[in-house]
DNA sequence: TTCCAGGCTATGT
DNA sequence: ACATAGCATGGA
């Protein structure tokens, strides 16, 4: 990826591996704000940035640019990982049409709390919900810091709900009383497994939720997630279906220690086509 | 009206 | 270890 930081923002020369629709878009992430074809703001943690597209580049206008070039994962190579995981023609042409992808490195807090909104939920209403809990961070200069696990702390099941988060307010409120049990810097430096099993322990988080906190919260790159889509992807190359377990590691076999991101590209082609 | 959305918990076998 | 009912909510 080739790319200039200044002061205030990064810009983005080789767009190959980079289209700001597909990264924000490829459900990842549910904090940011679509404000023109090719012009986001991103929101995360207590940082803010504004995604332009002007002519061949990609400017990033952001005062913390060295917070952005992480973020974006901008030093990992995406052509070598798509040339790793295209084992088939279903996949080559999912790398095709979702080319921009990056798998973002977000913050750990605000992966766990979004994934757990997200159990069977739509986007557009995980994202409004993700929001809302974000008014209780910080107040910034024409945004909010996604709140501290402090602050976290002081939001109700009803005011969960009141955001929109249904039956999963509960999961929400016992979940983060289980995070003031633990040091979750710390926990980055476990292994998988231990992780896995963890955050399974979380109120409202399963099997699926955990696979992409860990994909998503971790950078743990051998993991799978399996959702109402990656179902139809499986039968689609697999031409069975299985339980959704037996799916997902099947995936991580067949796609092996980059399987995370032939999700991603996977995930957004086959919703991009079968929801309209 | 019924079905579905980045599924999970609780309960039964 | 695996199968299934019930679950909040809004949009198609």
């Not at 992780?195 to 992409?212: E, I, M, N, Q, R």
């Not at 069975?240 to 092996?256: A, H, I, N, P």
Request: charged residues 30%; glycine residues 6%.
């Amino acid at each position: 990826m080739i790319y200039s930081v200044q002061q205030d923002k990064i810009i983005i020369k080789d767009t190959k591996d980079f289209n700001i629709s597909h990264i924000l878009e490829c459900g990842q992430v549910f904090t940011y704000k679509k404000n023109a074809e090719n012009d986001y703001d991103v929101y995360s943690l207590d940082e803010f940035a504004n995604v332009k597209k002007i002519g061949d580049e990609y400017i990033i206008y952001t005062k913390n640019p060295k917070y952005f070039v992480n973020y974006f994962d901008l030093d990992t190579d995406y052509s070598a990982i798509k040339k790793d995981i295209a084992k088939n023609d279903y996949i080559k042409k999912a790398i095709n049409y979702g080319s921009g992808i990056r798998i973002l490195r977000q913050n750990l807090l605000e992966v766990i709390i979004g994934f757990i909104v997200s159990a069977n939920n739509n986007i557009s209403r995980i994202t409004k919900t993700m929001q809302k809990i974000r008014e209780y961070g910080e107040k910034k200069d024409n945004y909010y810091a996604f709140p501290t696990l402090s602050r976290l702390n002081d939001i109700t099941i009803q005011d969960f709900k009141d955001m929109g988060a249904g039956y999963r307010a509960e999961y929400l409120y016992q979940t983060i009383r289980q995070l003031n049990d633990v040091d979750l810097p710390k926990t980055k430096q476990w292994d998988t497994q231990k992780l896995k099993k963890w955050l399974l322990s979380l109120y409202g988080v399963g099997p699926k939720v955990a696979d992409c906190i860990l994909l998503f919260g971790y950078g743990r790159c051998d993991c799978f997630p399996v959702d109402t889509w990656i179902e139809k992807v499986y039968i689609d190359i697999f031409k069975t279906k299985q339980s959704r377990l037996k799916m997902s590691s099947d995936l991580v076999q067949y796609f092996g220690k980059n399987a995370g991101y032939a999700q991603q590209y996977l995930f957004f082609y086959k919703r991009s086509f079968d929801k309209k």
